[in-house]
């Protein structure tokens, strides 16, 4: 690629955007608190405007964005791309906005979409994190995590990604630490803390009850007869629903380590219930947002 890149990731509750150079490397980065629920329907070319101030001399070729921003409570719905799909079949279906002087060309990434037993599984931005973590690791095969609120599974061959499968375990754990009658049993705090025995514990126990609708309920138990002291009851619950997804692992992967995608205090977690599974890891950070963004754009011939 002969110029910079504008790469956004424009996500639900919040916007991040990077200049990026000729070879991919972050000139600079900034981030706001402007999801796309935060911005009405005709207001997305004015947010990206003021988050991209100051770059518009930077000569880079446009702005490609990924995440949310193509749902169709976004800026505009960007149809899924069908897998299996790599790099191209994804540039081949970039959903092109206006241009936006004085910026350039604006693109969105389509997400993806598969189906499993009849039923469609879908994801937005996180098929350019998988691509990213692909360009930066050198891989071309292998089995991708990226957790979050909605976990991804992803299954990579021959640099495509094949088919992906989607854990609300995020989402549940949010469920119960506020909105069960656990909330009552657990501390106001202490979610970022994370004590790793108690996490292991509760990653061990959902092995062995075989069901986090069976397993939850000992986290008010344990309270009650004060076998676990409250503090460390947030990092038990967190481990009984990360272990409840990686019960659906069995066997352990072959074909070399679990990539883990994200934040690192939360990878930082599923790198300690995988490992308790005696399955190796390999970590990235978000910068693979970018490096899936830049990668996407080199195939893109008025990108490139």
């Known amino acids: 690629m002969g110029a910079p890149l504008i790469a956004v990731d424009w996500g639900t509750s919040s916007l991040r955007a990077a200049l990026l150079d000729a070879a991919g490397r972050v000139l600079e980065e900034r981030s706001a608190p402007q999801g796309i629920l935060a ?41 899924y791309c069908p897998c299996p799909a790599g790099f191209g079949d994804v540039a081949a279906r970039l959903l092109r906005l206006p ?67 989607t854990f609300m375990t995020g989402e549940v754990y949010g469920l119960l630490r506020r909105q069960s009658i656990l909330a009552r049993t657990l501390p106001e705090s202490h979610d970022d803390e994370l004590d790793r025995d108690a996490f292991l514990r509760g990653v061990g126990q959902a092995r062995e009850a075989g069901s986090l609708l069976r397993s939850a309920f000992g986290v008010r138990t344990l309270a ?48 300690l219930a995988l490992q308790s599974r005696g399955i190796a890891c390999r970590r990235v950070g978000p910068e693979a947002t970018w490096r899936g963004l830049w990668a996407i754009a080199r195939t893109v011939e008025d990108f490139a």
């Open 39 to 79: 911005v009405p329907p005709d207001g997305f070319p004015a947010v990206l405007a003021a988050a991209c101030r100051g770059w518009e001399g930077a000569g880079a070729r446009g702005v490609l964005m990924s995440g949310m921003v193509g749902s169709r409570q976004g800026w505009q719905e960007a149809a």
């Open 99 to 165: 241009d936006l002087p004085p910026l350039g060309r604006v693109a969105i990434v389509p997400g993806l979409r598969c189906e499993h037993d009849g039923l469609p599984d879908v994801m937005r931005g996180e098929e350019t994190q998988a691509f990213g973590a692909l360009e930066l690791l050198g891989l071309q095969d292998g089995l991708l995590l990226l957790p979050g609120t909605h976990s991804k599974w992803v299954q990579v061959r021959g640099g495509r990604i094949e088919s992906f499968s």
């Open 224 to 271: 009650l007869f004060e076998s676990l002291p409250a503090a460390f009851l947030p990092s038990y619950l967190s481990g009984l629903v990360i272990g409840d997804e990686l019960r659906l692992l069995q066997p352990a992967p072959a074909g070399g380590p679990v990539v883990l995608i994200g934040a690192p205090a939360l990878t930082l977690r599923y790198e």
